[in-house]
């Protein structure tokens, strides 16, 4: 037990926790971008609104949300650690003429993740906080209001949706004939009042720049820190980590308060 404590007080056993944990968290960003593109059907929220539920309340979901913030809290920790440590061994940097992205986001990756982690913060106090309030503080039941959704189950129409007055409600889908009903946060309104702030717009973006940097560096050393390199999937992962990770969920992260801003 000494020896497998030792090697994860380590500077490589940091390193193999901080990988491990950052392909956890790319994970979770496919899952998180896949529900929030619902926020684009003009459904009035029905889609994410459940959406939102869902990942609040199943129980499985709720255990890996747990894991996915304590993700979160060891990878910025041991960043901070390994940041702190290298500049100590090393308080000069190399020179270097390679100016391409990859090494730049290389050497950047202690700001990136600053920038992440304000980022993430900032998000989760909006949204998360805002959502679960009412768990913490039996003053705070109106903070995100509660919508009702009428649906034809037949045609897949939205017959209506209307804000329901304040009051004490929960979650709940009931069918009467072939129109089911649905009752639920309006977390849609919340998204669509945050992204009318140019501000708020920009800061998404900026920070969602920040995350294609991180991750453009970050997906592919975290193979090589594990050690699954081999020449026949080098190439498959490198292009994984460039058009997946550091392009596409990105752009589809910063799409959303681009779109809202403009057109909403």
């Not at 129980?59 to 500049?87: C, D, G, K, Q």
């Not at 920009?202 to 050690?227: D, I, K, M, N, P």
Request: proline share 3%; hydrophobic share 45%; with cysteine.
């Amino acid at each position: 037990m000494s020896e497998f404590k030792q090697t994860f007080n380590s500077s490589l056993g940091k390193k193999l926790i901080m990988a491990l944990t950052g392909l956890f968290l790319c994970t979770f960003l496919i899952v998180h971008l896949s529900g929030n593109l619902s926020l684009f059907n003009h459904d009035h929220g029905y889609a994410f609104n459940a959406y939102a539920n869902f990942m609040t309340h199943f129980p499985p979901i709720r255990v890996v949300s747990y894991l996915l913030y304590l993700s979160i809290i060891v990878h910025s920790v041991y960043a901070l650690i390994l940041t702190i440590n290298n500049r100590k061994a090393r308080p000069v940097s190399y020179a270097s003429g390679n100016d391409s992205p990859q090494s730049w986001s290389a050497k950047n990756m202690g700001i990136l993740g600053s920038i992440l982690l304000v980022f993430i913060v900032i998000h989760m106090k909006d949204f998360w906080f805002k959502y679960h309030q009412e768990d913490f503080s039996e003053n705070a039941e109106y903070v995100i209001p509660y919508k009702e959704y009428k649906k034809d189950l037949v045609s897949g129409e939205l017959l209506s949706a209307r804000d329901l007055p304040p009051g004490k409600y929960n979650y709940a889908v009931f069918t009467e004939g072939n129109v089911e009903t649905m009752i639920a946060k309006d977390l849609y309104q919340t998204v669509e009042i945050a992204f009318k702030q140019w501000w708020y717009v920009l800061f998404y973006v900026v920070a969602l720049g920040a995350l294609s940097f991180h991750l453009l560096h970050g997906f592919q050393s975290s193979f090589r820190t594990l050690g699954w390199v081999h020449r026949r999937y080098n190439g498959i992962i490198y292009q994984i980590g460039v058009w997946l990770f550091a392009i596409i969920i990105p752009l589809g992260f910063a799409a959303m308060p681009v779109v809202y801003y403009l057109t909403r």
